[in-house]
């Protein structure tokens, strides 16, 4: 083959267009699926959607719940030095003329525990020989005993401790027993000298 003829050939040769095929007509069929494909989708985020909002509302519902619940803590725990300065005026030992105001005193103080135990404060139980308790107590002396049985009970109220509802506001402070640690004494050995040399 001589150049010309090689030419002509791949003259003849020429990629054929492709020819589109025409989109089909869809049937009724066609139509009804997609429109239902579209119509799941739809549901689908509705329902995410509907989810959503619920666990807003129960975690909003949560929220108020505990507000309420707690409303009144910062007050109460703010009264709380106003009940260690009652606590401390009963205390002292007052002459026979202030007698009268010491009564109005713990008819107010009663008053003032009263509306505070009504709102949720209660005082943490501290009695002598109660068993120990580090969630509620807490220990400021130590007191040392050889008695097994007193080991870790309160040995002396100090002050009280006060919760709300199920929160500590504030620890009772007191003195606890802890048994006495007996150290045995050994003997020197003869064997060992007293001294060491130098």
């Known amino acids: 083959m001589t150049k010309d003829k090689k030419k002509e050939h791949y003259e003849e040769v020429k990629p054929t267009p492709e020819v589109k095929e025409e989109a089909k007509p869809k049937t009724e069929i066609d139509l009804l699926n997609d429109e239902i494909t579209k119509l799941q989708e739809q549901f689908g985020k509705a329902m995410m ?3 959503h909002h619920e666990n807003l509302k129960k975690s ?22 106003v009940l260690d300065a009652f ?20 008819y ?6 009263s509306t505070l135990e009504n709102e949720g404060m ?15 107590h807490q220990a400021m002396e130590v007191v040392e ?4 049985n007193l080991d870790q009970k309160i040995a002396t109220p100090i002050l ?25 004494e050994t003997a020197p050995s003869a064997s060992a000298p007293d001294t060491l040399p130098n």
């Open 122 to 136: 209660s005082t943490v139980s501290t009695t002598v020989n109660q068993a120990y308790d580090p969630l509620v």
């Open 108 to 113: 107010t103080y009663k008053m003032l525990i």
């Open 160 to 184: 009280n401790g006060y919760k709300f509802k199920d929160h500590v506001l504030r620890p009772a402070t007191v003195k606890i027993y802890k048994l006495k640690v007996v150290k045995e």
């Open 87 to 106: 606590q401390m005026v009963f205390q002292a030992k007052v002459s026979p003329e202030v007698e009268a105001y010491r009564i109005g005193f713990e």
């Open 145 to 148: 005993t050889e008695d097994v």
């Open 49 to 51: 959607t509907a989810a």
């Open 60 to 81: 909003y519902q949560a929220d108020y719940d505990r507000l309420l619940k707690y409303r009144s803590e910062n007050l109460v725990e703010r009264l709380i030095p």
